[in-house]
Structures are given as structure tokens and as C-alpha cells.
């Protein structure tokens, strides 16, 4: 009699410690999926010094601590009008750091700002991914929260996919395997901040120059506006601000982050006899042009869906 009962317990005891497993495995994919797909954002710790600058360059103002109030004009051009709220009139009051200042790196160095004729006040993130298209993908970003417009916060994966702020911050998020990913909800609804943030952070893992592209149209150079980007399959920049003269003709400031991820600043023309901030319309124009250490072409001009 006492064998039967042992030998009933036995089949019962295994099943037991099934369930247990089967229950600890099931556990712990669910919280493997939910750490997945809820980044957490943090600010890394940047360090802003002065270096000086080793040459000089026209149109700064050291005094100024905005786009607009830091690179001046060049002679005979002046600012295009750019409407109250608009994307150009939010970049142009964009706080700057102290000009000389070197480039702070993501990772709490710096580098040299040989490079730079102006540098954005910006946070980066301590994964390090605010690179190129990720910074340019922030300040749209950034603008249309602050603007609290939340339904044009929505950017596209590598892969094609959509990951969309307003359905993030009511839950859903994106669970990615290789090229593949699927939204499942996975979270209460949060319109936090530093929920934004972590948002932020899922996109520039997944996005870059080849979701930028997907999500832009080629446009002729004489179109360029304020928020327009040029980019190819390794790097993209963007059109900061516009100047014209009397004559109709315009340059540009072009803006830029880079790997490592570096806070975003506007680039300078080191071509001419004199370095400027300002790129001219005819180099802009031509088949194939040099900004900074990259060469595009004149089909990487773009805008982004339906631009500012």
C-alpha cells in the first residue's frame, strides 16, 4: 500500500516541478521582453571646456549665444524670414556653447572643434547613439514635443517600420528581432518626459541615414529650405539656417553630429582663403560637393515627408 501511495506521488511531483520550470521560464521572457522593449534613457555627463580656436573664422560673433546672434551674415546677405513658432526660427534661438569651446563627446571626453563654427547646446544620451541622423532626428523630434504637437512625432526603423511617440507614450512598444519587428503593448500609458526620452532612445537605435532617406524626397538644390537634410547611406547633414542678397542668391549653414556621438554643430567651409560657416548656393548646386570630411551628390538632397 505504501508503495502504491509513493509511486502515485512520484508521476504528481514531476509535474510539479514542469509547472515550476515551464512558469520560471515563462517568467523570465516576459521579463527579458519587457526590459527589451523599454529602454531606459539617461543623460551622459559632458564635459564643456575651452581650447581656444587655431584660426579664425568669418562671421562669428564670440558674444553670441544663439545661432542667430552667434554667426553673423556675410556682407551684401541677410537672414530669410522665417515665420513666428517655425522650425527655423527654433533653431536659430537655440542656446550654443561658449564659443572656442571644444566638441563633448557622449562619453564625457571631447574633441577638437576645428570643425565647428558653432556648438549646440544639446543633450546627449550615455549609449552613445546621437550620432548623425539620430541628432538631426532629436531636434525635429524635440521641436514638435515642445510644440506639444505629438502626432508628427513618428520615425521610421532602418527596416521600415514605423515607431509612432503617440501610440509609445499610451503603452505600445516595439519588440525588433533582426529586420523584423512588432508592436505589442507592453506598458501603462505615460506622457512623462523622461518616457519621451526613452522613446527617443528605441528610434535612434533602430533608425539612421537609410530610414531617413526612406522618409524624405529628393528635392532640387534651389528648394532648400531651413530643416531640408543631405544625405547618402554613411552621413547626413542638415540646413540649419539661409541667407540671401539682393541678387537672389543664397548660402547656408549646415549642422552635424557624427560617430562618436558628439553634440550637434554647425559645420565650417574650409575651401575658400578664409573659413566661413557659410556654404554657397553654387556649391550646393554642383553634381558633387564636399561639406566638411564627406562627399555627396546632388540627389542627396532631400526633404524629410513634408518638410518645415
Not at 552613445?128 to 520615425?155: H, M, P, T, W
Not at 515607431?163 to 512588432?182: A, E, I, P, Q
Not at 541667407?243 to 554647425?266: D, M, R, T, W
Not at 574650409?270 to 564636399?290: I, Y
Amino acid at each position: 500500500m505504501e508503495n502504491n501511495e509513493t509511486s502515485a506521488k512520484k508521476p504528481r511531483l514531476k509535474l510539479r516541478i514542469i509547472i515550476i520550470a515551464v512558469s520560471v521560464v515563462i517568467v523570465a521572457l516576459l521579463i527579458f521582453v519587457y526590459l527589451r522593449v523599454n529602454p531606459k534613457w539617461k543623460a551622459a555627463k559632458l564635459t564643456v571646456k575651452q581650447s581656444g580656436k587655431s584660426y579664425g573664422i568669418e562671421n562669428i560673433d564670440p558674444e553670441g549665444m544663439t545661432l542667430q546672434t552667434r554667426i553673423k551674415t556675410p556682407d551684401g546677405y541677410k537672414r530669410i524670414e522665417v515665420g513666428q513658432g517655425s522650425f527655423g526660427e527654433y533653431l536659430r534661438d537655440y542656446k550654443l556653447l561658449p564659443d572656442g569651446s571644444e566638441l563633448p563627446v557622449y562619453d564625457g571626453t571631447t574633441m577638437s572643434a576645428a570643425g565647428a563654427a558653432a556648438i549646440f547646446d544639446i543633450s546627449l544620451g550615455d549609449d552613445g547613439y546621437q550620432q548623425c541622423a539620430d541628432s538631426i532626428i532629436r531636434l525635429y523630434s524635440d521641436y514638435f514635443y515642445e510644440k506639444g504637437e505629438y502626432d508628427k512625432i513618428s520615425f521610421m526603423f532602418s527596416n521600415g517600420d514605423v515607431c509612432d511617440y503617440n501610440r509609445w507614450r499610451k503603452g505600445k512598444r516595439m519588440l525588433v528581432f533582426g529586420d523584423h519587428s512588432f508592436e505589442i503593448p507592453a506598458a501603462l500609458s505615460d506622457d512623462s518626459e523622461q518616457q519621451y526620452r526613452n522613446y527617443l532612445k528605441e528610434v535612434m537605435n533602430y533608425a539612421g541615414t537609410l530610414s531617413l532617406q526612406k522618409e524624405s524626397q529628393v528635392i532640387d538644390s534651389d528648394e532648400l529650405k531651413i530643416g531640408d537634410i543631405i544625405c547618402n547611406d554613411s552621413h547626413v547633414v542638415m540646413i540649419v539656417d539661409i541667407a540671401v542678397n539682393e541678387k537672389g542668391e543664397k548660402c547656408y549653414l549646415i549642422g552635424q553630429s557624427f560617430i562618436p556621438a558628439v553634440c550637434f554643430h554647425v559645420i565650417v567651409d574650409r575651401d575658400g582663403r578664409q573659413a566661413s560657416p557659410w556654404f554657397t548656393q553654387e556649391r550646393l548646386g554642383r553634381d558633387s560637393f564636399k561639406l566638411g570630411d564627406y562627399t555627396f551628390k546632388k540627389e542627396n538632397i532631400r526633404r524629410w515627408k513634408d518638410g518645415f
